[in-house]
C-alpha cells in the first residue's frame, strides 16, 4: 500500500530524471525495516540568496487581489516598473484634465473667438485649443503659474475643475512619492550585507555532537535586536498514509537559554545541539550522504538606521553540511583592536576525532570521546598571528613563543593511563576511526 501510495504522488521516478538512492525509515517510526527507494534529488525551497522557489498558480481573481492593495503592489514590483506607473498616473491625470478644459471651451465658445474678442470672456484665457487645456492642466496640477493662462469668473465649471485637480494632484502626489520612499526605504537590501557560511558543519562542542553554521555582518551599522532561526524542511508520509512534500521541524538554536538573541558585531558560529528533540538525532555520517532534507536559516533584527525590521535568509543541502568540519578562525586580536579576516569566514577544516556514529548511538553506546589538551587549529591561528607581532618586537621571544604551540605529547600518555585505571570495556569504547 504504501509503495503505491509513493509512486501516486511522483516520490519513485525513473532512472532517466536523475535519480539517487535514499532510504526512508518504516511507518512505525522506530526505523527497524528500511525501504530504499529511488527518489528524485530535491529542489531547493529556499535559494541561497534567500528567495524562495515557490511560484504560484491558479490564483483566483489575482488581478482584483493585487489592485485592492494598490499600495503594497507598487512597493513590491520592480524599479522599472515603478518608474513606468510613475509616469503613465502624471501624464494621464493631465490629459484627463485637459480634456475636461477642452470641452469646458469648446461648450462655452471659447474656440471661436480665438483672436479674443473684447466684448466676449472666456472660461480660461488663452485656451484656444486641446493644445493650449494640456499646458493648462499642467500648470494647473504642478502649481506652475506662468500667469499667460488663467481661469475666469465666467465659468463656475472651470472653477470648480481647478479646485477638483488640485485636490487630485496632491494625492497623487503623496501616494506616488510615499510609495517611491518606502521602496527606497525598505530593509530588504539590508539583507544583502547579512552573510551566511557556504557550509554548515557538524562537529563535537563541549562533548556533544552540534549542527554549526556562520553567520556574519558586512556593515559596521549594528542589527538591533538580531535573534536567528532555523527549520528542517523533508517529505513525510504520516502514521495515516498522507504525503507532506514540505514538512516544516523547528530547529532549536537555543531559544529557551536565549542564546538564539545574538549581538552582531563579529562573525558568529551559531549552535544546534543535537540531542532527543533535535530531527538529527538518528542521523550519521553514512545516513547524511544520502539524506534527503533542507535546513532553512534565518536571520531577523531591526535596521539601526532606520528601525524597520530586515530578514535574511539561506538554507543549506545535507549535501552542503560537512561532517567532521570546523570553522577557521575570522577574528585576531591586534595591538588595541579585534580585526575581522573574511577571508576564512567560509572555510573549513576537518577534525579527525569527530565521531561518525549518529548521536543517538553515541547516547546509548555510550561511546567515549577523548579529550586532547592539545590546540585546536583555531587557538594555532590566533597563536601564530599574535607570535608574528612579537616576532617583530623580539625574535627570541618569538621562536619561544612558536615552541609552546607544539602539542602536549604527555597527554596522550595520560589519556591512556587514565583509561587504564578505570578499567573502560573495549566494546564499548572505540576509537575515532572506527566509529
Sequence with gaps: MSVGRISRYSIVSSEE?????????????FGNGKIHTRRKCRNRFVKKNGQCNVQFANMDDKSQRYMADIFTTCVDIRWRWMLVVFTLVFVVSW??????????????????????????TPCVLQVN?????????????????????????????????????????CIIDCFMIGAIM??????????????????????????????MWRVGNLRKSHIVEAHVRAQLIKPRITDEGEYIPLDQIDINVGFDKGLDRIFLVSPITILHEIDEESP?????????ESA?????????????????????????????????????????????????????????????STPRCSAKDMVENKFLVPNSNSFCYENELAFLNRDDEEEEEDVGGGSRALANLSPDRNSRHEFERLQATRGLDQRSYRRESEI
Design 292 to 352: 534527503d532534507f533542507e535546513i532553512v536559516v534565518i536571520l531577523e533584527g531591526m535596521v539601526e538606521a532606520t528601525a524597520m525590521t530586515t530578514q535574511a535568509r539561506s538554507s543549506y543541502l545535507a549535501s552542503e553540511i560537512l561532517w567532521g568540519h570546523r570553522f577557521e578562525s575570522v577574528l585576531f586580536e591586534e595591538k588595541n583592536l579585534y580585526k575581522v579576516d573574511y577571508s576564512h569566514f567560509h572555510k573549513t577544516y576537518e577534525v579527525p
Design 182 to 211: 518606502a521602496k527606497m526605504a525598505r530593509p530588504k537590501k539590508r539583507a544583502q550585507t547579512l552573510l551566511f557560511s557556504h557550509n554548515a558543519v557538524i562537529a563535537m562542542r563541549d562533548g556533544k555532537l552540534c549542527l
Design 95 to 120: 490629459l484627463a484634465f485637459g480634456l475636461a478644459f477642452w470641452v469646458i471651451a469648446l461648450l462655452h465658445g471659447d474656440l471661436d473667438n480665438p483672436a479674443g474678442d473684447d466684448n466676449f
Design 280 to 288: 538529527l538525532f538518528g542521523i550519521s555520517k553514512q545516513d547524511l
Design 17 to 29: 530524471e536523475g535519480l539517487r538512492l535514499t532510504t526512508m525509515h518504516g511507518m512505525n517510526g
Design 129 to 169: 485649443g486641446f493644445v493650449a487645456a494640456f499646458l493648462f492642466s499642467i500648470e494647473t496640477q504642478s502649481t506652475i503659474g506662468y500667469g499667460y493662462r488663467c481661469v475666469t469668473e465666467e465659468c463656475p465649471v472651470a472653477v470648480f475643475m481647478v479646485v477638483f485637480q488640485s485636490i487630485v494632484g
